[in-house]
Structure formats: C-alpha cells, structure tokens
C-alpha cells in the first residue's frame, strides 16, 4: 500500500521569503513522486516529477523537491516567494503496482503575505 | 493545442437526477480517470480506465458510472444513488500504464463544479 501525508494543511510566508512544503510518503515500492498546484477553481498544474534519476528535481516557477529516501520524504522548496504562488499545493506518490497510478495527499494552501 | 476539456464549468441539479460530466482529450493518452475533490481534502478516485472499452472502479465508485467507447472521451455519470453528490470533478489523462511503470504524469483539466440541491 501507498500513502502521502503533507504535514501542514496550512502555510503562511512573506512575499519574498523561502517556502518550505514537507511530505512524507510510505510506498512498497520503489515510487514516483510529484507535486502538483492547484489555483481556486482550476484543474492540477504539474509542478515537478522525481522519477529514479537526480534526487534534486527542478520544476517549473522556480520550485524544487529533494528525494530523500532514508527519511520517506520530498519536501518542495523555493527561495522566495511570489504573490501569485498562492495555492493549494498536493504531493502525490505513484508506487508502480500498475493498477492504479497517483494517491493524493490532502495538500497545503500556500498564502503569501505582501 | 493539446489539452483536457470538461465541460460544463459549473452545473447545478435537482436531488434524485442523474446528470454527466463530460471529459474530452486531445493528447492521444490511452488512460483517463476521474476524481473527485471536496473542500479541505485531497483527490480521491472514482474511475479509471487504461485502454477504450475497459474500466476499473477507484476508491469511492459507488453512486458512479462510466463509459468508455471512444479513446478521447471518458463520461462520468452522477447518478441519484449518490449520496453526497455536490463537489468538484476534475478528470485526467495519461499515457497508457504499461506493465508495472507507472511514472507517467496525469494531465488535468479544468474541472466542474456540481451542485445539488
């Protein structure tokens, strides 16, 4: 079995400020890990995939994840922030059973104060 | 321009009608899922399916059906027996999942909102 747990359901930073958004996952499996983020209303951006290569994945609007195996985790980063990064942002894991691709976490609202 | 359409945006019925959600694709992806999204929570899955003609119930099917007859299309009907049914529906595509590598993306459209009351 797969899960995702994003530790804070809630995330407030300055504009201009580093971003920290932590996920842990469990997977029987050697996973996949994703990011994705969502705007109010809107369908899930893909942010970033980490899929076996490098363990420092770069995405895009300047988001990064590092995969650190020996702590379960892939926790999103990015050195400042911007107004419009404002979102809910979802972690997601795909172990590789082939039945059934993503488990969701519940995600984070990312706020960004001016 | 290669994308996910669902459509309507918004759409409101009454209790005890069933209603479809459309999703159309045009990324040539041989599977499509449907997921459901409430407030303060994650997606959850509803359907799936890998290839036309063939689907397979996710975690919450129940008060749900689907067809799949066409590659670019994957319907989802709201039926009466669906307890909660107000919520927001956002459909998926992704190349096929193909023995057990399934690093692919999903690619998501815009979503529909429905509302029953």
């Known amino acids: 079995a797969q899960s995702v747990t994003q530790l804070d359901s809630h995330v407030s930073v300055s504009e201009g400020t580093p971003v920290l958004l932590r996920c842990n996952y469990s997977?029987?499996?050697?996973?996949?890990l994703f990011w994705y983020v969502q705007h109010p209303n809107k369908g899930l951006q893909l942010l970033l995939k980490?899929?076996?290569?490098?363990?420092l994945v770069k995405g895009i609007n300047g988001f990064e994840a590092e995969f650190k195996k020996s702590e379960t985790s892939f926790h999103l980063t990015k050195p400042s922030a911007h107004m419009s990064d404002a979102a809910e942002y979802f972690c997601v894991v795909s172990d590789g059973t082939g039945r059934r691709a993503l488990t969701f976490g519940s995600g984070t609202r990312l706020q960004v104060q001016p | 321009d290669g994308g996910i359409t669902q459509s309507p945006k918004y759409l409101f019925r009454k209790e005890g009608q069933n209603v479809t959600l459309s999703c159309e694709q045009n990324l040539n992806h041989d599977a499509m899922y449907w997921y459901r999204q409430d407030p303060g929570q994650g997606l959850r899955l509803i359907y799936y399916s890998q290839i036309v003609n063939d689907f397979q119930k996710g975690d919450i099917a129940e008060g749900y059906s689907v067809s799949r007859e066409k590659k670019e299309s994957f319907p989802l009907t709201v039926t009466s027996a669906q307890k909660n049914p107000t919520a927001f529906y956002l459909c998926a595509s992704s190349q096929r999942l193909v023995g057990t590598s399934s690093s692919y993306e999903q690619y998501f459209g815009p979503g529909t909102r429905l509302t029953v009351t």
């Open positions: 980490y899929t076996s290569a490098a363990t």
């Open positions: 997977s029987s499996y050697s996973p996949s």
